[in-house]
């Protein structure tokens, strides 16, 4: 999963500075997280991370060579309780692939904000009321 996270940041996060990406981060940035994922053939297409006490859905990672095969919403689909059961995530801005894919998927916008140099969207699913 680590290879898999690495390269596909490094395919989709262009505003990143690509030595700033590595494999070891996977390993902080999902500690504690409840992970699904999805393999085929023992090679592994995608996972995702969820921080359970808020339902945040803090990665979604689809392998960079399998885009638009439904892998990122057999993921979601995979997760207690969905689509009726609340979740939320937060997307740069400028990622305008994996935004469209959140709407396809039935997020829609809770809010905005600006961290670590960048604009992002709060993105909801399933019964959270927007605040």
């Keep these: 999963m680590r290879d898999l996270f690495l390269r596909s940041r490094r395919s989709a996060f262009v505003w990143e500075e690509r030595s700033s990406l590595r494999a070891e981060d996977f390993d902080i940035q999902t500690v504690d997280e409840l992970k699904y994922v999805a393999v085929d053939a023992g090679r592994i297409l995608g996972f995702i991370s969820v921080w359970e006490p808020d339902s945040?859905?803090?990665?979604?990672h689809v392998d960079p060579e399998l885009p638009r095969r439904g892998i990122?919403?057999?993921?979601?689909g995979a997760l207690p309780g969905w689509p009726t059961a609340p979740y939320r995530l937060k997307c740069v801005a400028v990622n305008t692939p994996a935004l469209a894919f959140y709407r396809a998927n039935q997020f829609t916008q809770a809010g905005d904000g600006h961290a670590d140099g960048q604009d992002y969207l709060l993105l909801q699913s399933g019964g959270i009321p927007s605040p």
């Excluded at 945040?56 to 979604?60: A, G, K, M």
């Excluded at 990122?72 to 979601?76: D, F, I, Q, T, Y």
């Design 72 to 76: 990122g919403s057999a993921l979601l």
């Design 56 to 60: 945040f859905i803090h990665h979604l």
